[in-house]
């Protein structure tokens, strides 16, 4: 499996895995939506990474995206920048395969590398622990939409991050569509 940056010439192929992933058009638009606006942070794709693809004899299928985008955390004294993860989507037939946690682990290596400080997620509790992410009502900090407490969480990027601040997360308006 290789995790490289999403291309121009990728567009078909991340929409097709986001339609997939979620068996509607909603994620593959707000994806779309978000580059139209320029409103993408980073953006990175997992190809199948077979011999054919490493001889250079063919490129290698898409099978999984993830996007981070930028989201304010809107306060009464001052709004302070975040970024906010999703979608992210891995075709059906290679779920389970860890190509999602591969996917999640990269995107926040990028982010730390680029001294983004916070990221939030509105996703499976389940899922999202394990990179560090937990409730983001325990840092004192809301979400524009309503959402049970447990799916909208947040991870420390650099530790201490969230600690200043309190307020409420506010999405690219494309959100809103979704």
Same mark, same amino acid.
Not at 61 to 69: A, D, E, N, P, R
């Given at each position: 499996m290789i995790i490289r940056p999403e291309t121009p010439a990728d567009k078909e192929a991340v929409r097709y895995v986001n339609e997939q992933a979620f068996g509607r058009a909603g994620e593959a638009d707000l994806v779309e939506a978000l580059h139209a606006r320029q409103q993408v942070i980073a953006s990175l794709v997992a190809v199948q990474d077979d011999q054919?693809?490493?001889? =250079?004899? %063919?490129? =290698? %299928? #898409? &099978?999984?995206? #993830?996007?981070?985008?930028?989201? &304010?955390?809107?306060? %009464?004294?001052?709004?302070?920048?975040? &970024?906010?993860l999703g979608p992210l989507a891995v075709l059906p037939q290679f779920q389970g395969q860890g190509i999602g946690s591969a996917l999640v682990r990269r995107g926040l290596e990028v982010l730390r590398q680029n001294n983004y400080p916070l990221v939030v997620v509105l996703g499976h509790p389940e899922f999202y622990p394990r990179f560090g992410f937990s409730p983001a009502s325990a840092f004192g900090i809301g979400c524009q939409f309503q959402v049970p407490d447990e799916v909208f969480?947040?991870?420390?990027?650099?530790?201490?991050?969230?600690?200043? #601040?309190?307020?409420? &997360?506010?999405?690219?308006p494309e959100f809103n569509e979704v």
């Open positions: 054919a693809v490493q001889d =250079g004899q %063919q490129d =290698g %299928q #898409i &099978v999984g995206h #993830i996007l981070f985008s930028p989201v &304010v955390v809107e306060a %009464q004294a001052a709004s302070h920048a975040a &970024v906010a969480m947040l991870a420390e990027l650099s530790p201490g991050a969230a600690a200043a #601040i309190k307020g409420t &997360v506010v999405y690219p």
